[in-house]
Nanobody
Framework: QVQLVESGGGLVQAGGSLRLSCAAS????????IGWYRQAPGKQRELVAI???????NYADSVKGRFTISRENAKNTVYLQMNSLKPEDTAVYYC??????????WGQGTQVTVSS
């Protein structure tokens, strides 16, 4: 099993920045990729960014050029640096670990609110 704990959410004005952290514990050697997802009220959960165990990354079009996903292997932590935040970025942000040989784990989520 893999446990994930997110932190770093909060309230920020439009144009501001936040950095989210996702700390993994447990069977971390089984992790194939970690992704950040978000869910706004009344909307479906969507993938924001993902980083594989090999270091490759992918981003949603809506955040390209503004968000950066990175990892610190020594701390089993993945970060999401969010710059130039917009009100439409307001959501609960979750991290998800895709595991070998199958399945995934979710964190509890952290609220990000961007005021206009």
């Amino acid at each position: 099993q893999v446990q994930l704990v997110e932190s770093g959410g909060g309230l920020v004005q439009a144009g501001g920045s936040l950095r989210l952290s996702c700390a993994a514990s447990g069977s971390t050697s089984s992790i194939l990729a970690i992704g950040w997802y978000r869910q706004a009220p009344g909307k479906q959960r969507e993938l924001v960014a993902i980083i594989s165990s090999g270091g490759s990354t992918n981003y949603a079009d809506s955040v390209k050029g503004r968000f950066t996903i990175s990892r610190e292997n020594a701390k089993n932590t993945v970060y999401l640096q969010m710059n130039s935040l917009k009100p439409e970025d307001t959501a609960v942000y979750y991290c998800n670990a895709r595991r070998a040989p199958g399945g995934s784990s979710w964190g509890q989520g952290t609220q990000v609110t961007v005021s206009s």
